[in-house]
């Protein structure tokens, strides 16, 4: 069953809500010192707006996949890589190179250390996301990139092996608890060598790809649920929303309190109440959160992570600011999504659509003259 684009207008809301979450949180950053802790705490959860963007892109990819394999058949997998690749690299590239220029001539902007040629290769091959060290150096917010890489490699064999929401529900307890399972080893063995579990589990830990991949499965569940599942009522959408949205915040907030171990994975159940809200915004379209400007800033979304990381930081830098915090906080934030909604804008039309229809092209030969939407 072939999708409509005009039916997923959603989706790009949804990644506009994303990246506004990821921005607001690098903003908070910047100037963390000079914030309230709990307004700092609050912003500091915008982290989850990456995983929004995995459940959004399992969900798209999923979509187009089946789209596709109706019309290309054996050469679906080999296409579907060819558009993935070119659809990503030539923007992550450019950015690799820009923020490889900066950190060589200002070595601030990389923590003040040189630049290392191995780690921005490890990011460069998309192998970054199993390399400890490596996995967010250059581009800054690679990790998310190269974890989005290797699910694509997954994608075709889970798209053959799953046929149900049954078996994604399954696959997303078996490899949740496997996650879990994982993490608990690795702290075993860290706190047997006298190693501090919680340093390298900020990081690498938290970002390698065995800890994100259940994430994934969400959006797997939410492509199946939305063929068999739908909401006629309005009212009763809203209600449920508004319900999915306070829980979650509820959670979010107090997690720490609830599992101070930090066992359960916190961004897993966050990922999991975004996606009831996204199957919520399936159904019937919120103006607050699906309009103009979110499905405007989902389109561009892409260039705007990657290009917000420096704007934001010269900003902080060197732009004069007020001094009362919230002033300081929301004149920044205005700063740079204006600057990096400008830049992004002209990187959309000029480097990602110039690699998604470079990406179609190699694949055109074997494709019978169907439209699909570009931006899946």
Same mark, same amino acid.
């Given at each position: 069953?072939?999708?409509?684009?005009?039916?997923?207008?959603?989706?790009?809301?949804?990644?506009?809500?994303?990246?506004?979450?990821?921005?607001?949180?690098?903003?908070?950053?910047?100037?963390?010192?000079?914030?309230?802790?709990?307004?700092?705490?609050?912003?500091?959860?915008?982290?989850?707006?990456?995983?929004?963007?995995? !459940?959004?892109?399992?969900?798209?990819?999923?979509?187009?996949?089946?789209?596709?394999?109706?019309?290309?058949?054996?050469?679906?997998?080999?296409?579907?890589?060819?558009?993935?690749?070119?659809?990503?690299?030539?923007?992550?590239?450019?950015?690799?190179?820009?923020?490889?220029?900066?950190?060589?001539?200002?070595?601030?902007?990389? /923590?003040?250390?040189?630049?290392?040629? %191995?780690?921005?290769?490890? &990011? !460069?091959?998309?192998?970054?996301?199993?390399?400890?060290?490596?996995?967010?150096?250059?581009?800054?917010?690679? %990790?998310?990139?190269?974890?989005?890489?290797?699910?694509?490699?997954?994608?075709?064999?889970?798209?053959?092996?799953?046929?149900?929401?049954?078996?994604?529900?399954?696959?997303?307890?078996?490899?949740?608890?496997? $996650?879990?399972?994982? *993490?608990?080893?690795?702290?075993?063995?860290?706190?047997?060598?006298?190693? /501090?579990?919680?340093?390298?589990?900020? %990081?690498?830990?938290?970002? %390698?790809?065995?800890?994100?991949?259940?994430?994934?499965?969400?959006?797997?569940?939410?492509?199946?649920? =939305?063929?068999?599942?739908?909401?006629?009522?309005?009212? @009763?959408?809203?209600?449920?929303?508004? =319900?999915?949205?306070?829980?979650?915040?509820?959670?979010?907030?107090?997690?720490?309190?609830? /599992?101070?171990?930090?066992?359960?994975?916190?961004?897993?159940?966050?990922?999991?109440?975004?996606?009831? &809200?996204?199957?919520?915004?399936?159904?019937?379209?919120?103006?607050?959160?699906?309009?103009?400007?979110?499905?405007?800033?989902?389109?561009? $979304?892409?260039?705007?992570?990657?290009?917000?990381?420096?704007?934001?930081? !010269?900003?902080? /830098?060197?732009?004069?600011?007020? &001094?009362?915090?919230?002033?300081?906080?929301?004149?920044?934030? =205005?700063?740079?999504?204006?600057?990096?909604?400008?830049?992004? *804008?002209?990187?959309?039309?000029?480097?990602?659509?110039?690699?998604?229809?470079?990406?179609?092209?190699?694949? @055109?030969?074997?494709?019978?003259?169907?439209?699909?939407?570009?931006?899946?």
């Amino acid at each position: 069953m072939t999708v409509k684009s005009t039916k997923l207008e959603y989706i790009n809301a949804v990644r506009g809500i994303a990246i506004l979450l990821v921005v607001m949180l690098h903003v908070s950053r910047a100037i963390i010192k000079v914030l309230p802790h709990t307004f700092a705490y609050i912003c500091s959860k915008g982290a989850y707006g990456v995983q929004l963007f995995f !459940v959004a892109s399992a969900l798209t990819l999923f979509i187009s996949y089946s789209n596709r394999v109706q019309v290309e058949g054996d050469h679906t997998n080999r296409n579907f890589f060819l558009r993935r690749f070119f659809r990503i690299s030539p923007m992550y590239y450019l950015a690799a190179i820009i923020y490889s220029i900066i950190f060589y001539y200002i070595p601030q902007y990389n /923590d003040g250390r040189p630049l290392v040629i %191995w780690k921005v290769l490890a &990011n !460069v091959f998309y192998v970054n996301g199993v390399i400890p060290g490596a996995i967010n150096y250059d581009p800054p917010g690679g %990790w998310s990139v190269g974890v989005e890489m290797l699910f694509y490699l997954c994608l075709p064999f889970l798209f053959v092996r799953i046929k149900s929401y049954r078996n994604a529900i399954v696959c997303f307890v078996v490899f949740t608890a496997g $996650s879990i399972i994982l *993490k608990l080893v690795i702290r075993h063995i860290l706190i047997s060598h006298a190693i /501090d579990y919680k340093g390298p589990e900020t %990081w690498f830990l938290y970002y %390698w790809f065995p800890n994100q991949f259940p994430v994934f499965f969400l959006g797997i569940i939410l492509f199946f649920a =939305l063929k068999k599942i739908s909401i006629k009522s309005k009212s @009763k959408t809203y209600i449920l929303f508004i =319900l999915s949205t306070i829980i979650l915040a509820a959670i979010s907030y107090f997690m720490p309190v609830m /599992d101070p171990n930090f066992i359960v994975p916190e961004h897993i159940i966050v990922a999991i109440f975004f996606s009831i &809200n996204i199957f919520l915004l399936a159904q019937h379209p919120l103006i607050l959160f699906n309009n103009q400007i979110t499905r405007f800033l989902g389109e561009i $979304s892409f260039s705007l992570y990657l290009v917000h990381f420096i704007i934001v930081y !010269v900003l902080a /830098d060197y732009c004069p600011l007020p &001094n009362e915090p919230f002033a300081k906080y929301f004149t920044l934030l =205005l700063l740079t999504l204006t600057i990096s909604v400008s830049i992004a *804008k002209f990187t959309y039309h000029f480097v990602e659509l110039r690699g998604i229809r470079f990406g179609s092209k190699l694949t @055109k030969s074997r494709l019978p003259n169907v439209k699909f939407t570009s931006s899946l």
